[in-house]
């Protein structure tokens, strides 16, 4: 079986390697990942190359693991955000330390608690973004945000991502 293709270390990121335990340290901070038995991870000349150990269902657990780990090398280089934008009459939202204030157009404000590791920034009343290390932390506080109100096909109001377009039905006709 052929390694697949190495991923570069980036500078300042510093890999270590123990077992089948990886740690990965940066400037914006730490992540561990533990590489399936399966595959042979190992570093040299500023990169890390994968090899699954012959047997077909390791490959798979090789492509995953080299997407894994070229994931948390950039989570801790640059980091992740996701952007929000809230669309609606009265819908805002404020940020207060660990704490999300949401005003969703329901009769009680929405509190959403930020979890350890992700930052939430409200540059202006109805914007958002989530920031974070951990990109899979970064996406589920997003997803986790966007479900208290979902855009709705019809007039395209509630929490949407930047960039998401919505596709609007037509109102009924008499």
């Known amino acids: 079986m052929a390694r697949l293709t190495p991923i570069a270390i980036p500078s300042g990121v510093q890999v270590t390697i123990n077992g089948q335990s990886v740690s990965v340290k940066g400037a914006k901070g730490t992540l561990q990942f533990k590489v399936h038995t399966t595959v042979k991870l190992e570093q040299s000349d500023n990169a890390l190359t994968f090899t699954p150990n012959g047997h077909i269902s390791s490959v798979m657990h090789a492509g995953t693991t080299r997407a894994v780990m070229r994931n948390l090398l950039q989570g801790v280089h640059q980091g992740y955000e996701k952007k929000l934008e809230l669309v609606g009459v009265g ?3 404020a940020a207060q330390g660990k704490k999300l204030n949401l005003t969703l157009g329901y009769s009680h404000p929405v509190n959403y608690i930020v979890p350890e ?13 989530v920031k ?43």
């Open 117 to 129: 590791g992700i930052t939430v920034e409200t540059p202006s009343q109805t914007e958002i973004i």
């Open 132 to 174: 974070g290390v951990d990109k899979h932390a970064v996406g589920q506080v997003a997803a986790d945000i966007r479900g208290f109100r979902p855009p709705e096909p019809y007039k395209g109001k509630g929490v949407k991502y930047a960039g998401e377009k919505i596709i609007l039905k037509e109102a009924k006709k008499k």
């Open 91 to 93: 819908y805002r939202a």
